[in-house]
């Protein structure tokens, strides 16, 4: 991941030599809708659930290529439904249903291409196409806490597609998956769990 972000700072500061780099900022909010995913086929199901995001973006485009890059700083917040009634180790306790909830502050870094040969067109709707890393900080979480240990630092990769409304609104819509693991059960601590995210999100840029 590491070797990623550098190639992408690269290409940038190569671009740049010879082009100034256009720069944005925006106001940007949306929606998720999440499930905790466990890998083992043995545990409990674990359903989607709605949630949410709200942050600012900066984006940073090369003139005339259509390549960039853009990074935000979100407060996001992902739900899933865990039947722990499935297990005997939960139900066996009374547990049943619970509603796991993160709080994260999110800092998703994309390499981001718009294609602006349009004749004109891409003044009112430009489509794009983006992907990049996530770096969630968890600021808190659910009472699921009694039954699940928390990561308190977790990297996803997302990817998506998207357009530019009027040269002022993004929307983009995308899926984001885990890399490492959001959480795992304190009864069972081999079955670990990570993000499953689809999102939707719209930016307003200032300028």
Not at 119 to 140: K, Q, R, W, Y
């Amino acid at each position: 991941m590491k070797k990623f972000l550098l190639a992408i700072a690269a290409a940038l500061v190569v671009c740049s030599m010879n082009v100034k780099a256009e720069t944005r900022l925006g106001a940007t909010a949306g929606f998720t809708y999440n499930k905790v995913h466990f890998a083992q086929s043995d545990i409990f199901r674990s359903d989607y659930m709605p949630g949410a995001n709200l942050g600012v973006m900066g984006e940073l485009m090369i003139p005339g290529v259509g390549f960039g890059v853009d990074a935000s700083l979100l407060y996001s917040m992902r739900n899933g439904k865990l039947h722990f009634e499935d297990k005997k180790a939960w139900s066996s306790m009374g547990i049943g249903a619970q509603t796991a909830t993160f709080h994260y502050i999110d800092i998703p870094i994309n390499l981001k291409f718009r294609y602006h040969n349009l004749n004109g067109l891409e003044n009112t709707f430009m489509p794009m196409a983006f992907a990049g890393p996530v770096i969630s900080v968890l600021a808190g979480h659910s009472k699921c806490a009694d039954q699940l240990s928390y990561s308190k630092v977790g990297l996803s990769i997302q990817m998506g597609l998207g357009c530019e409304l009027f040269e002022k609104v993004q929307v983009k819509a995308g899926y984001q998956f885990g890399v490492g693991a959001a959480c795992n059960t304190k009864l069972l601590d081999e079955h670990t769990a990570k993000n499953r995210t689809w999102f939707l999100n719209a930016t307003y840029f200032f300028k």
